[in-house]
């Protein structure tokens, strides 16, 4: 949907209030195909992303994993390799 949204659950360090409060800034830009709303619609977008938040981060807290969390740092540097292959296979 929107690849700059990452998963945030189930990480080492867990997501911070600031990566769930980027991701719902996010979805709502997405979704609403403003990336500044205009004065008119400020206090709807502002609202929709501080719901979203919420719901968001109410959801990882209640998530729960069998699995160990992953290493956020060894996650980016996975996926720097993976994009460097695709771009060595485009050229």
Do not use: W
Not at 38 to 46: K, L, V, Y
Not at 47 to 65: D, G, R, Y
Request: glycine residues 2%; proline residues 7%.
């Amino acid at each position: 949907m929107c690849r700059s949204i990452k998963p945030l659950f189930n990480y080492d360090p867990p997501a911070t209030e600031a990566d769930v409060q980027a991701a719902a800034l996010q979805y709502v830009r997405k979704l609403s195909g403003f990336v500044k709303p205009s004065q008119a619609n400020q206090a709807a977008f502002e609202a929709a992303v501080a719901e979203i938040a919420a719901a968001s981060a109410l959801l990882l807290a209640q998530l729960e994993s069998h699995t160990p969390p992953k290493n956020r740092a060894a996650e980016v540097v996975k996926a720097r390799e993976r994009f460097a292959r695709q771009q060595a296979r485009r050229s």
